[in-house]
Nanobody
């Protein structure tokens, strides 16, 4: 049974902070690069941040210096600390697990999404 459980979304004032968390099943998490994506109204889903199983991170330019992705392999959890939030950060945020099944084959799993709203 594959489950990605997200928490931490909500309404926040500009300049405020939120922390998103996502927990996946151990069998998926331990063999996955993890990431956070977001989709704003009328926009395509975009990558926010990723972290490999080894801890290598990547960020969208729009969030560099403000957001931090981390993972706790013992807890099977990936988190996204969001600081200095802006109205343009408003979106549904999705947790993603990219599972390596074979040497060149991956499979993606997604959370259901959590709404982040930054008021203006």
């Amino acid at each position: 049974q594959v489950q990605l459980v997200e928490s931490g979304g909500g309404l926040v004032q500009p300049g405020g902070s939120l922390r998103l968390s996502c927990t996946a099943s151990r069998s998926i998490f331990s063999n996955s690069a993890m990431g956070w994506y977001r989709q704003a109204p009328g926009k395509q889903r975009e990558l926010v941040a990723t972290i490999t199983s080894g801890g290598s991170t990547n960020y969208a330019d729009s969030v560099k210096g403000r957001f931090t992705i981390s993972r706790d392999n013992a807890e099977n959890t990936v988190s996204l600390q969001m600081n200095s939030l802006k109205p343009e950060d408003t979106a549904v945020y999705y947790c993603n697990a990219k599972l390596r099944i074979l040497a060149t084959t991956t499979r993606n799993y997604w959370g259901q999404g959590t709404q982040v709203t930054v008021s203006s």
